[in-house]
């Protein structure tokens, strides 16, 4: 069994990339005399370093990665070591060209940037096998390291390649899903608009085509994509585990919805030894803190529940979005300990000196270009001393109140084109259920569609337009046996080949609901539906409507406008010991609030009406005990009732009753007992 915790650290993970290559030898004794200073406990290093390792095929310069794990491990600081397999040299392009990827118009990128990688390409393939050999080789048994960071966030800044190599491998994984062309033609339609194959060697990647392309076509060569991805990854993992054995080997995802879609997570949580993620804001005038929680919650679910570490975060501002506020005072800590008491082990940044040279040197960093004289030095101090008196929790596992059901798959196909309506997203609907859920304080693991549900009192299923017969009846046997499951609209449409399924919508989802859906019917931009309910309730819908016709499900709102006036907006189905309800247009916060506090009534969960708005409380529990996390993002000062007395671990004070929680801060109470 490999590892799943980095080796010999014995605190929570706090420090950051570490790309001293970009600095003088002399600068790397001040680096680690501040790392110290901070209480940096562990640094990833080494991801961008190819063509200082290998300057020339063949030639290798180990020297100063010798040093500078020396040095690291003289101060007592872990290493995440990178396979610096991101960014081949320029030689090794020089060499072999056609490992520059290719768009689906046919431009071949340029060397220059980092990323620009064929993933089919088996020159870069060799290339890379030999660099991780030649690393691990070198540093397996060094006291220094700690873990194996494969690569860098696969699946950006390039997704897919759609050259020749890329069309090969398609065709070959085809042949291995589907055995016969026969299969291919049935599975993609190709009936229609007279798209029939007769052999393996006449199908291409969906390069760019003058209309639409065949979407089942598209939908595969997202899931072949992400597979080569995969394949990558193995091959380097493969290689670290038989030379470095005892070493757990990552790869830092991007769950973030907002950040990366090209992955299928469910499928990579299951491929590394302990599952690392890298979180930015994105500052758009959404609750970056409310986006935070659910990539970090997200994060926790492809890691089956197990800790996991962030990798990368901002100690301010970050450089690559159009306008990139700083941080505010305070914000960082929030931010840092939101991701601890969601599953967390640690809290690391990008980078840890800020460049001077460079695409990223106005991206902020541990070492700001202002030094230590700093506020953001102080607080990434204090932040360091923070972590230091949160050790005990290490190990412990966040608690969940509800599930929130997600899958990569189905939103590679609703993202497909010609829908029904370019306005409905279920990016959108995720974040928006998210976001309700979570103004009700409720703690929300994200799982899988067929996965097993019987732990959760309430399933939301945001939008799942692809869904299988397979999931359909998983959801029927948890209603069944009691839960409560909250459906949206354009959820069960189609099959994991982007065809409808047969005998009317929502396909396998109709028994659980009690309900057939006859037609869609979106709106027009900006129109909005009044929807008429319970004790005189009027909720908003927009985007979306519906032709609902019940069959077993009792109407709990109506539409009372439009072209569906008169016709059941939300419904609610009893099946068996549980509860179904639908909702079949696009409710905004108020009427999402509405519809989940009447499914959170059916599944006995108690409204937490005591607890202040924009104040999270987050529990994580295990061997060492139990503890509550109390972040008040709100500019008020805060109570938190507490079940038990404990201690408040970042003051060393005394804890019970009524816990304070001034305007900005976090507090995290052990409990007694
Ligand atoms: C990450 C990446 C880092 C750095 C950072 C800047 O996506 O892994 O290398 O570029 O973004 O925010």
Known sequence: MPETTPKGLARLAFGGDYNPEQWPESVWQEDVRLMREAGVTMVSAGIFSWALLEPERGRY??????????????????????????????????????????????????????????????????????????????????????????????GVPVSACYCDSCAAHFRRWLETTYGTVEAVNEAWGTAFWGQRYTGFAQINPPRTTPTVGNPAQALDYRRFADATLRENFRMERDILHRLSPGVPVTTNFMTALSQCDSIDYWAWGRE?????????????????????AMAADLTRSVAGGAPWILLEHSTSGVNWQPRNPAKAPGQMARNSLAHVARGSEGAMFFQWRQSRRGAEKFHSAMV?????????????????????????????????????????????????????????????????????????????????????????????????????????????????????????????????????????????????????????????????????????????????????????????????????????????????????????????????????????????????????HDVEVVRRTGESGSYLFAINHSPSDAKVPLEAHGTELLTGERAAGRLAVPAGTVRVVRLDG
């Open 61 to 154: 310069d180990f020297g100063w990665l010798d040093r500078l794990l020396d040095l690291l491990h003289a101060h007592g600081i872990r290493v995440d070591l990178g396979t610096p397999t991101v960014v081949p040299p320029v030689w090794f392009y020089r060499e072999h060209p056609e490992a520059l990827p290719v768009t689906a118009d046919g431009v071949r990128y340029e060397f220059g940037s980092r990323g620009a990688i064929c993933p089919s390409n088996t020159d870069y393939r060799a290339a890379a096998a030999n660099i991780t050999t030649r690393l691990a080789e070198r540093y397996a048994d060094h006291p220094a390291l700690a873990m194996w960071h494969v690569h860098n966030e696969y």
């Open 368 to 612: 700001p270009h202002g030094g230590t004289g700093t506020r953001v030095w102080r607080e990434v101090v204090e932040l360091g001393a923070s972590l230091d008196s949160l050790s005990a929790i290490r190990g412990t596992r966040t608690q969940a109140d509800v599930a929130v059901l997600w899958d990569w798959h189905s939103w590679w196909a609703q993202n497909l084109d010609w829908r029904p309506s370019e306005d409905h997203d279920a990016r959108e609907r995720a974040d928006a259920f998210y976001e309700a859920l979570y103004d009700r304080h409720l703690t929300v693991d994200f799982a899988h569609p067929e996965a097993d549900l019987s732990a959760y009192p309430l399933v939301v299923v945001p939008a799942l337009y692809l869904l299988t017969e397979a999931a359909g009846r998983n959801l029927t046997q948890y209603v069944e046996n009691g839960g409560t499951l909250v459906v949206s609209y354009f959820s069960g449409i189609v099959d994991e080949h982007d065809a409808v399924h047969e005998g009317g919508y929502p396909g396998p989802l109709r028994d659980v609901l009690g309900l057939t859906v006859e037609e869609f019917s979106p709106l027009l931009k900006g129109d909005t539906l009044r929807v008429t309910g319970p004790g005189g309730t009027e909720l908003t819908g927009d985007v979306w409507s519906e032709f609902v016709v019940p069959d077993g499900a009792e109407t709990v709102w109506t539409y009372a406008d439009g072209l569906t006036a008169g016709r059941p907006a939300v419904t609610r189905h009893r099946l068996g010991e549980g509860t179904a309800w639908y909702v079949s247009t696009r409710l905004d916060a108020h009427g999402l609030d509405a519809l989940l506090g009447r499914a959170a009534e059916d599944a006995r969960i108690a409204p937490r009406a005591d607890l202040p």
């Open 272 to 292: 590394v030894d302990i599952v690392t993620n890298d979180h930015y804001l994105i500052t758009d005038g959404r609750r970056t803190h409310v986006n935070l």
